[in-house]
């Protein structure tokens, strides 16, 4: 089964070829420099951005992976299906990748496949890459997923693919947006997340102090970071004239108090489970991040758990290599008969939609 997947679901345009859970050709074309003066993405940019650029990524997609074949001859013969981010997302976003889609899909008569964005950092570290196959044990089911994005924040069980059971989710801000949001008050500019992560590896996470979220509630099944935003807001402002140590120490401190509840909450749902969980899927831009990995890897092995990430960086941020992967393994079980009649057909194809709060 090889697919054209296509996400447009935030500000990178992105386009992959995938064939079962292998990515032949998966290009990011990322907006972020252009929204940084703005302080986060700006919808209407990103959607015009997407409309300039979509094009020229799916046919840099296709001629990376056939660079032997036309564009046209490629999606004649050489696409089973095409898949596409259907949400959650910005709105204006979604739209214009799944509007790209439904065109593809119709005039070459390919299925269509609507894909979660949520389900695809979940399922992020089964992708594997071309001409190198890795060495990943697959895990029994049920186990643990855990996404952490800048929109997303959840901890589920995995009970199948397709079959997720939530145990955490985020009451207000996700763990990514309050990474960015931190970064930007230190003046580290949008996103910023990275740039944190760098500053924390030079500053002293005791020398100023910040509460954990929740610390005190006995209720272990959701995240909250605007409490911890506010508390950091005011410290950040209690400091006069800031020297650029005190930056990297104030780096330090959030980055490890946000930490500490990711390990809480993590540390008690594992606890309190009536069943062995044997493996966990961490996927979502922040699961890039070192310490945090590190963190969440030494909690693990205390649990005999073995901890599953994408292979590449690449494929922690939105990428569509991962929807491509996504699509396959939903419908693994399907040959190309079934998979047009489920996917296929114009009124089918003309039906989908973008889902902006589409959930898991």
């Known amino acids: 089964m090889k697919i054209l997947a296509i996400d447009t679901s935030c500000d990178e345009t992105s386009a992959a070829?995938?064939?079962?859970?292998?990515i032949h050709s998966n290009i990011v074309w990322s907006q972020s420099s252009l929204h940084s003066s703005f302080g986060g993405v700006l919808p209407s940019l990103a959607q015009r951005q997407h409309q300039e650029r979509i094009d020229f990524v799916v046919q840099k997609a296709l001629k990376n992976a056939f660079p032997r074949h036309t564009i046209y001859g490629i999606l004649h013969t050489k696409i089973d299906a095409i898949a596409v981010t259907v949400g959650p997302g910005l709105a204006v976003a979604l739209a214009v990748g799944v509007n790209?889609?439904?065109?593809?899909?119709?005039?070459?008569?390919?299925?269509?496949?609507?894909v979660n964005h949520i389900e695809a950092h979940l399922l992020s570290p089964f992708a594997q890459p071309k001409n190198k196959m890795l060495k990943m044990q697959m895990p029994n089911f049920p186990t643990l997923g855990?996404?952490?994005s800048?929109?997303?924040?959840?901890?589920?069980?995995?009970?199948?693919?397709?079959?997720?059971?939530?145990?955490?989710?985020?009451?207000?801000?996700?763990?990514?947006?309050?990474?960015?949001?931190?970064a930007r008050l230190l003046g580290l500019g949008y996103p910023g997340g990275a740039i944190l992560e760098k500053f924390a590896k030079l500053g002293d996470p005791n020398k100023y102090k910040l509460p954990v979220p929740l610390i005190g509630d006995v209720v272990k099944n959701r995240f909250s970071y605007s409490g911890l935003k506010t508390a950091f807001v005011r410290l950040f402002e209690s400091i006069k004239n800031p020297t650029k140590q005190d930056i990297y120490d104030l780096a330090a401190r959030f980055q490890n108090s946000a930490?500490?509840?990711?390990?809480?909450?993590?540390?008690?749902?594992?606890?309190h489970k009536p069943y062995v969980i044997s493996h966990?899927?961490?996927?979502?831009?922040?699961?890039?991040?070192?310490?945090?990995?590190?963190?969440?890897?030494?909690?693990?092995k205390n649990n005999n758990i073995i901890m599953h990430t994408p292979y590449s960086l690449k494929l922690c941020g939105d990428?569509?290599?991962?929807?491509?992967?996504?699509?396959?393994?939903?419908?693994?079980?399907?040959?190309?008969k079934k998979l047009k009649a489920k996917y296929g057909g114009k009124k089918f194809i003309e039906s989908?939609?973008?889902?902006?709060?589409?959930?898991?």
Do not use: W
């Open 146 to 148: 855990l996404v952490l």
């Open 259 to 271: 930490f500490k509840h990711i390990e809480r909450v993590l540390e008690y749902q594992i606890s």
């Open 17 to 22: 070829i995938t064939e079962h859970k292998i």
């Open 150 to 182: 800048g929109g997303t924040t959840i901890l589920c069980l995995i009970k199948n693919i397709g079959e997720y059971e939530i145990l955490a989710n985020t009451a207000d801000d996700a763990l990514g947006e309050a990474l960015d949001k931190a």
């Open 280 to 300: 966990m899927l961490f996927g979502g831009g922040v699961a890039a991040n070192v310490e945090l990995r590190k963190r969440l890897r030494k909690i693990c």
């Open 100 to 114: 790209y889609a439904k065109d593809l899909a119709l005039k070459y008569k390919k299925p269509l496949i609507p």
């Open 319 to 336: 990428n569509a290599g991962m929807i491509g992967v996504t699509a396959y393994l939903n419908n693994k079980m399907l040959n190309a």
């Open 352 to 360: 989908v939609d973008i889902n902006p709060k589409l959930k898991l």
